[in-house]
């Protein structure tokens, strides 16, 4: 049974390496309780999500969520992974992932509208790491249960700065924009898209920040071992050794509200058509549209308030 005195989530998510050092912190924070987890497809398949997820929890060493797989494919498009980010089992490709641990037999998406059948109106938070195709499913089987989700908090969007994926589109939202136009259109009254660019800047983890973790214990070290691919692809781009960390951001951001910097309400759109500019978000940064969907878009952290978060909770 949940602990009422404590902050109910369900976690959403295409666990890869740095979803897993976000979700190790949210299962040491003692201010909330997870209620369960379903993975989707994105960063790898939802069923190599589950066992990274599988693994990470075993390596948090707190308590165990149960964990359920959801979408193995996005809505229309094809599944594209993020090898280069993540490796190919998402975590690196160290062996460090527990093959042995298995996922519960039911449906994720399933699972998901069950928890929030069984608990009071608007009493969750729903955190989401990946793409949206879960929640655009689960909104399209049963939109009367969605609508008892207290609060949305997901990674999602540029923000100001230019794509990750492409010259104008961030992983998530492109590796299903179908799903993200559901989700924004559908009005959860309390939707906040934490953006790339809030791990950008001074939230980026560098090369003093990355030691500190390593040399925190042994599951600080599993956090950074678990990013040498994402390490790799910044040394590339940016030629020095840094972690731009979107998930833990998100996780912070959702966890910790109260550490936002800079976060307004725009309406937005997707672009859905096919082409080079398939997943590019339309931001009227402006304010000059009346009506369309809404969202909040936190773009900047309290960087020292972030960094401390993540040193106290990945310590042994």
Known sequence: MADVNKRKLIIDTDCGSDDAMAIAMALRDESCEILMFSTVSGNVRADQAASNLLTTIQRAGTYAP????GSME???RDFVGAEDTHGKDGMGDLGLVDYSLKPEKEDGIDMLLKTLEENEDRSIDL?????LTNIAKAILRKPETMRKIRRVISM????KAGGNVTDYAEFNVWADAEAFKTVIGFGFEDLTLVAWDASLGDAVLRKEDIEKIRELSDLGKFCIDINISLLKLNQARFHEDILDMADPAAMFAALCPEAIRECEEY???VDVSEGERYGYVDIDSHHKKQSGPKAKICTKLDADLYKKYIMEHLKG
Do not use: F, Q, S
């Not at 149960?66 to 797989?69: A, G, S």
């Not at 955190?127 to 793409?131: F, W």
């Open 74 to 76: 996005m809505m229309k």
């Open 156 to 159: 999602a969007v540029t923000g």
């Open 267 to 269: 309406v937005l759109d």
């Open 66 to 69: 149960k964990v359920y797989i």
């Open 127 to 131: 955190i989401t790491l990946g793409p």
